[in-house]
């Protein structure tokens, strides 16, 4: 499996950005996808995913983000409004085929990582 993501940049206070994963390797449509980031000097920390058509999302997001995968295309999203400061990290999508629930707020239970895009919402 290879996961490539793009979309992230430089936004205002405010603004908005659209993360984009493209998964190949395998069966797309038998994976659960995610989102974790990390900000300069934290751990890793859990955004969001997408599994067997349920999302659920992180407390700091909830409301402002919007996981979406479409299975045509091989791609996740990640649909980030309302950023502030606190958002600013590496972003990575994160595919599992066995994942369980009790389990995807963990880093260390996805089994493939994409490279990462920078997003920054400066102060």
């Known amino acids: 499996v290879q996961l490539v993501e793009s979309g992230g940049g430089l936004v205002q206070p405010g603004g908005s950005l659209r993360l984009s994963c493209v998964f190949s390797?395998?069966?797309?449509?038998?994976?659960?996808m995610g989102w974790f980031r990390r900000a300069p000097g934290k751990e890793r920390e859990f955004v969001a995913v997408?599994?067997?058509?349920?999302?659920s999302y992180s407390d700091s997001v909830k409301g402002r983000f919007t996981i979406s995968r479409d299975n045509a295309a091989n791609t996740v999203y990640l649909q980030m409004n309302s950023l502030n400061t606190d958002d600013t990290a590496v972003y990575y999508c994160?595919?599992?085929?066995?994942?369980?629930?009790?389990?995807?707020?963990?880093?260390?239970?996805?089994?493939?990582w994409g490279q990462g895009t920078q997003v920054t919402s400066p102060a």
């Open positions: 997408i599994r067997r058509g349920v999302n």
């Open positions: 994160v595919a599992d085929a066995g994942i369980i629930s009790s389990s995807i707020g963990n880093p260390r239970h996805w089994d493939y």
């Open positions: 390797g395998q069966t797309f449509s038998r994976y659960a």
